[in-house]
T-cell receptor, first 114, second 115 residues
Framework: AQSVAQPEDQVNVAEGNPLTVKCTYS??????LFWYVQYPNRGLQFLLK??????LVKGSYGFEAEFNKSQTSFHLKKPSALVSDSALYFC????????????FGKGTRLHILP | DAGVIQSPRHEVTEMGQEVTLRCKPI?????LFWYRQTMMRGLELLIY????????DSGMPEDRFSAKMPNASFSTLKIQPSEPRDSAVYFC?????????????FGAGSRLTVL
């Protein structure tokens, strides 16, 4: 069965510093990988995705993520954090070789300290 | 398009009562997912539909939970009878698989409190 792990419940980063939010996954086939962000009292919003092609994908608000097949990871990164990046971040995976379900990790709360 | 529309946004009910949550997906989207968000368990997949047909309901916690999609523009998630541990935010999301984008569009969620 497919699964997603976000090992950190919370990440604290000083404004202006680079940030990383970790994600690892497990699927039997080829993964489709996603990052979503949730602001307070809102639904989830799409940030970026990896389907195929270049392992480094760029998304909204200056975020990027790198697909690493050997480590089964898809970490979210940003070179310089903003206070407005503070939110809850979710990694998700879809195993298109088995079924179409989309599974999410538990989420990582990102705090950017001014 | 107005996006994925969920109702009610907030529901407070007493234990034992029936709760019905509603979702209108984006027109043309062929997949619809129901998720439940809690602090302890994060975002759990409850059930999903493809072209109005339930594909996988293995995430539905108990027989008290049921979901239907009578047509392409409407789905319901029902809890009967409700219990305090059902308190959570319930999200509906839809996706158009034919577009190739595979990106879910989420509704704003229904916050359920069972007293």
């Amino acid at each position: 069965a497919q699964s997603v792990a976000q090992p950190e419940d919370q990440v604290n980063v000083a404004e202006g510093n680079p940030l990383t939010v970790k994600c690892t996954y497990s699927v039997s086939g080829n993964p489709y990988l996603f990052w979503y962000v949730q602001y307070p009292n809102r639904g989830l919003q799409f940030l970026l995705k990896y389907i195929t092609g270049d392992n480094l994908v760029k998304g909204s608000y200056g975020f990027e993520a790198e697909f690493n097949k050997s480590q089964t990871s898809f970490h979210l990164k940003k070179p310089s954090a903003l206070v407005s990046d503070s939110a809850l971040y979710f990694c998700a995976v879809r195993d298109m070789n088995r079924d179409d379900k989309i599974i999410f990790g538990k989420g990582t709360r990102l705090h950017i300290l001014p | 398009d107005a996006g994925v529309i969920q109702s009610p946004r907030h529901e407070v009910t007493e234990m034992g009562q029936e709760v019905t949550l509603r979702c209108k997906p984006i027109s043309g989207h062929d997949y619809l997912f129901w998720y439940r968000q809690t602090m302890m368990r994060g975002l759990e997949l409850l059930i999903y539909f493809n072209n109005n047909v339930p594909i996988d309901d293995s995430g539905m916690p108990e027989d008290r939970f049921s979901a239907k999609m009578p047509n392409a523009s409407f789905s319901t998630l029902k809890i009967q009878p409700s219990e305090p541990r059902d308190s959570a935010v319930y999200f509906c999301a839809s996706v158009d698989s034919d577009s190739g984008a595979n990106v879910l569009t989420f509704g704003a969620g229904s916050r359920l409190t069972v007293l």
